[in-house]
């Protein structure tokens, strides 16, 4: 299986920061990671796919970009509502992994 | 709209057997792919296995081949996912995906809202 690597686990930030998250496969993936937000208690909620494609109705503070091994998401300027746990996602392979999660705390 | 609506909390003895359901809605059935996805209390998210809704292939995570059925039925548009020789760390959320419109096979939007297993003694 591809092995999917989060950096860091646990990110301390400010409303208003710029923040990056990164995401590192065991092996190329391309193109085919996603990105999902999840707040406590709550359900996933897709961000972005094919690396760099926003989801309709996500912000635009939110990017994403890479491809091959080393991928990252991108905050442009947190707010508020941002403050959760986000995981990576390849699906490249028909043995989809998830990274183990960058959580996002003030 | 979309809606996926997983079935009730469960609890189970080790050893026996659990089945989950995911009735949808607001979509063409055989159009997208479902996948059941896992969450341990306070750890990540597991893919475990997908199925597609159109011609009933499946595909499994390794972890769970042999222990792990998914199903579809199409007359009620409805998936099902059944976990078998349950141990305690088996206790966590199980979620279903179905496959993006837009990312497409195996993106999860949108997802169910969670059905607690827990597997206790």
């Known amino acids: 299986d591809i092995q999917m690597t989060q950096s860091p686990s646990t990110l301390s930030a400010s409303v208003g920061d710029r923040v990056t998250i990164t995401c590192r496969a065991s092996q190329s993936v391309s193109a085919w990671l996603a990105w999902y937000q999840q707040k406590p208690g709550k359900v996933p909620k897709l961000l972005i796919y094919?690396?760099?494609s926003l989801e309709s109705g996500v912000p635009s503070r939110f990017s994403g970009s890479g491809s091959g091994t080393e991928f990252s998401l991108t905050i442009s300027s947190l707010q508020p509502d941002d403050f959760a746990t986000y995981y990576c996602q390849q699906y490249h392979s028909f043995l989809w992994t998830f990274g183990q999660g960058t959580k996002v705390e003030i | 709209q979309v809606q996926l609506v997983q079935s009730g909390a469960e609890v189970k003895k080790p050893g026996a057997s659990v089945r989950v359901s995911c009735k949808t809605s607001g979509y063409t059935f055989g159009s997208h792919g479902i996948s059941w996805v896992r969450q341990a209390p306070g750890q990540g998210l597991e893919w475990m296995g997908w199925?597609?809704?159109?011609?009933?292939?499946?595909n499994y995570a390794q972890k769970f081949q042999g222990r792990l059925t998914v199903t579809v039925d199409t007359s009620t548009r409805t998936a099902y996912m059944e976990l078998r020789s349950l141990r305690s760390d088996d206790t966590a959320i199980y979620y279903c995906?179905?496959?993006?419109?837009?990312?497409?096979?195996?993106?999860?939007?949108?997802w169910g809202q969670g059905t607690l297993v827990t597997v206790s003694s």
């Open positions: 094919k690396a760099s």
């Open positions: 199925i597609s809704a159109y011609n009933g292939n499946t």
């Open positions: 995906a179905r496959d993006s419109a837009t990312g497409g096979t195996g993106v999860f939007d949108p």
